[in-house]
């Protein structure tokens, strides 16, 4: 650049045809001030120059550079805040929950540390207490640590009632069972599809929660609400159904018997049965008896149908000893054991071998069934004579 700027001053001292060349560089040397201050300003335009392309280039690559560095803290953080994982959470879920509460300063920066560790796909399903400002490397080993992890799990088995499973969660939570009620009076608000309701039998429909409140360890989150809770709780059984892919085969398997009604049979068999093995059958025996056309009456004649109206309406459930006839055919009662058809709604929530079970039951004819030792299991007849037969083990074995 000098010698550019040089090489212009020369080229005007050429003006008399390059003659005296020799004598116009003698007088350009020998001019002191004049030709000192070209210098100086063409040096400090060249410095100017120099800045600007180095300031630029500098800004530039400082502008790249973000484009292709992940922002992320430093540092293990400060202060403490809580984030939910929920049950089927991807890692760029968890990285989404992280970013909007403040924990790490991108998303993918927990991204990134979580491909870069093999342990990331342990990240278990619950609430935990992290830090704030984190770096994506330190939040995930916090959530991989499970002293982080705020246990506060609850057991809800299967076939419990909805009113059942209320007290249990009230009881666990602090929250008034009223809570609980008054958010499962719209089964729909809590995520049940209505498709779900649908008949093929000609019954009324009756939309209740009863039944999809699947059975399962729940962690409850610290300012969890009943309406939140029971959320999960439908959401737990809507998974599970379809990744059974439960109404798609009652729909194609079960001849035009409707998922709703599977599910009411998947929950008679749950309180029926009195051990797993037997849930498939106990299943067939009330397909068979309300639809096959081989029953005498149509009807599920099943004391536990009875047994759940009278803790529907605050009475005491009674065994099938105890129950007397007007019990069990009271024409006020939706679910009385002798009316045609399949009763209104599921009497309770069944499990995952329940649900299979009227799903796929066994094939078979029975229309009796009765358990004949003490660990619960039963034998199952085509005729009442054969019934009988077992009855009479039962006896004998203390059972009945």
Known sequence: MIDDLDLGFDERDRGDKGRHR????????????????????????????LGAIGGGAFYGFDRVQGYFVTPDYDGAGTGEVTIEVKQGALIADIANVLYGAGV????????????????SKNIQPGTYKVRKEMSGE???????????????GLTIPEGLTAKQTYKRLSEQTKIPVEDFEAAAKDPEALGVPDWWFNRNDGKKVVKS????????????????????????????????????????????????????????????????????DDLGKVARVAYNRVYSGTFDCSCLEM???????????????????????????????????????????????PGLHALEGA??????????????????????????EQHQKNEDKAREAGII
């Open 303 to 349: 004391d536990v149908t009875v047994n759940y109206y009278l803790e529907m309406t605050g009475q005491k459930t009674k065994s099938s000893k105890e129950m007397t006839a007007k019990d069990m055919d009271n024409p006020k009662n939706p679910y009385n054991r002798k009316l045609p058809g399949m009763v209104p709604t599921p009497i309770n929530n």
């Open 22 to 49: 020799r004598s116009a560089v003698r007088k350009r040397q020998g001019k002191g001030k004049g030709g000192g201050g070209r210098t100086v300003l063409a040096l400090m335009l060249a410095l100017v120059l």
């Open 104 to 119: 790490v300063k991108s998303a993918q920066a927990f991204i990134e540390a979580a491909e870069e560790n093999s342990r």
């Open 138 to 152: 330190n939040a995930l080993g916090m959530l991989l640590d499970l002293k982080n992890k705020i246990v506060n």
């Open 209 to 276: 929660v009863e039944g999809f409140l699947y059975p399962d360890t729940y962690e409850i989150a610290p300012k969890a609400t009943a309406e939140s809770i029971l959320k999960e709780m439908v959401q737990n059984f809507l998974t599970v159904t379809e990744k059974m892919d439960f109404a798609k085969r009652v729909e194609k398997e079960r001849g035009g018997i409707s998922p709703y009604e599977a599910l009411i049979v998947a929950s008679l068999a749950q309180a029926e049965a009195g051990n797993k």
């Open 359 to 384: 799903m796929d039951p066994p094939e078979g004819k029975w229309l009796f069934f009765v358990a004949i030792d003490k660990e619960g299991h039963s034998e199952f007849a085509e005729t009442y």
